[in-house]
């Protein structure tokens, strides 16, 4: 029997923030937890956040004026005399102590997932899974740091049966904390790789700290891992002897291992599994590897293959994540709302695999939040991307400086070139530079990848694409129109 509608009161409040009780009737309640005055509403328990670019206790008056009942706050501040205060030490960890609360009181499955890249994909694919049987409430976008998961679980409806909560990390500590304040059920892990080393430092510490998820999960709870690469599941199996890994190479364990086929015309690549044959909606081989472990973990949950399939075979590309746009005879794989060094190494293989007869190009932006390791991984990635397979390659921003440091001079109209003399290579400083370079050698009959970090933009240059090649009237994919991404965010 599930348990009765949950309220918040001003004893569930207290209980929650280890603050000592007040006796009395007619008690406060709260419709709900708010951390934003934009979107505050009549009756909701207003959390005075601070972070670099703000602070919410500067926000109490609004909050009050908005209809708030009580604020918690970490110091005094202008505008506290007009609202019931719960005063705490540090309101962000109040925040992760009133979620946990509200997740103890849920009677539905936790899910958590976490990676370098792939969770959102895999969190997407779940939510249709499970979807299609159950109700279901699931991480918003990538709302998934220190103040997106508590949000994820405080809007959690009582009826929920499945939670899948998505966790990010960009600095050491922050896995473990959000997995104490998620409790899962069960729990994944995708993959890792070098991504968010300016607060990582290198690519054992983004293991170690994509691994908390495991070492902080409770006894007996379902423990997943991807197989790649190899570092996860042999130091995962160090942590926890009962993981569970799958993939598609001989790590994988044999319940969970898939067997691939080939690319079709979009690069999205076919798999046997459990006496099936997948055809994912998704490109690549981590297009194919995030359907896999969605179905594991569907399957470790009771669903069967029936009725889990047609969810992954529909899935397709989500906003800016792996998105096909066709423009007459050119096409445009829209991959530029993360970049990580492994994720550039998948969107390239998804280029080089897909059927197309003509050109290709890669236009590849910035990767962000490297560090001190920004510098080598740019050149390292530039170099393996003119090996082969690509008529035209386009470097933007730290890629630009990559090239320079490479020594690959702009030299005459065609551009510099690799070392190799393989791909022609042209660099811009953005993405409005970049447009101006690549436009004199398209011809329309190319297939260009535009892949990089949100902050670079790359997505910028589609309003020229479409000024200069518009789309045919047959209903070809827009940009954004995509029910799940292709799983390679930060």
């Known amino acids: 029997m599930s348990p009765g509608p949950f309220h918040w009161t001003d004893t569930t409040v207290r209980r929650a923030l280890g603050l000592e009780e007040v006796d009395g009737s007619g008690e406060i309640s709260f419709n709900r937890i708010s951390t934003d005055t934009r979107t505050l509403s009549e009756g909701d328990l207003f959390i005075a956040l601070e972070g670099p670019n703000y602070d919410g206790h500067d926000f109490l008056s609004e909050a009050a004026v908005q209809g708030a009942r009580a604020a918690v706050v970490s110091r005094p501040a202008s505008g506290q005399e007009v609202l019931p205060l719960y005063p705490v030490p540090d309101t962000l960890v109040a925040l992760g102590q009133l979620a946990r609360f509200r997740r103890r009181s849920l009677a539905g499955t936790v899910i958590a997932l976490t990676g370098s890249s792939g969770k959102t994909t895999v969190k997407d694919l779940l939510q249709a899974i499970l979807g299609a049987q159950a109700r279901v409430h699931a991480t918003s976008a990538n709302l998934n740091n220190r103040v997106g998961v508590p949000l994820t679980l ?62 902080h999960l409770r006894p007996g709870a379902p423990a997943f891992v991807g197989d790649t690469p190899i570092e996860l599941p042999q130091v995962a199996r160090t942590l926890r002897e009962d993981v569970q890994v799958v993939g598609f190479t001989h790590a994988a364990d044999p319940r969970w291992r898939g067997h691939l086929g080939e690319p079709d015309e979009r690069g999205r690549i076919s798999f046997q599994f459990r006496d099936h044959s997948i055809h994912p909606g998704l490109p690549g081989h981590h297009g194919a590897q995030n359907c896999l472990l969605a179905l594991s973990l569907g399957d470790a949950l009771g669903l069967s293959m029936e009725e889990m399939v047609p969810a992954v075979e529909g899935a397709a590309p989500g906003r800016l994540r792996g998105e096909w746009l066709e423009l007459g005879s050119l096409a445009l794989i829209l991959d530029c709302y993360n970049a990580n060094p492994q994720s550039i190494r998948s969107a390239l293989s998804v280029l080089r695999e897909t059927r197309w007869d003509g050109p290709k190009i890669a236009v590849l932006g910035s990767m962000l939040e490297l560090g001190d390791h920004a510098g080598r991984l740019h050149q390292e990635l530039l170099t393996e991307a003119v090996e082969g397979g690509l008529d035209l390659l ?39 530079e970049g447009w101006e370079r690549l436009a004199p050698h398209l011809t329309g009959s190319e297939l260009i990848l535009l892949k990089g970090s949100r902050g670079v933009r790359l997505e910028e240059m589609v309003p020229h694409f479409r000024q200069s090649y518009p789309a045919q009237p047959d209903g070809s994919t827009e940009p954004g129109q995509g029910s799940a991404g292709t799983g390679q965010e930060d």
């Open 154 to 215: 405080l809007d959690t409806p009582d009826d929920a049966e499945f939670v899948v909560v998505e966790l990010g990390t960009n600095q050491s500590g922050e896995i473990a904390t959000l997995t104490r304040i998620t409790e899962p059920d069960l729990a994944l892990v995708t993959t890792v790789g070098e991504g968010h080393l300016e607060g990582l430092e290198s690519l054992d510490g983004v293991l170690r700290e994509k691994l908390a998820l495991l070492v």
């Open 394 to 432: 386009l470097a933007i921003g730290l890629f630009q400086d990559a090239a320079q440091a490479l020594g690959w001079s702009e030299e005459g109209e065609e551009g510099p070139r690799a070392e190799s003399g393989q791909v022609r290579v042209l660099t811009a400083a953005d993405a409005e």
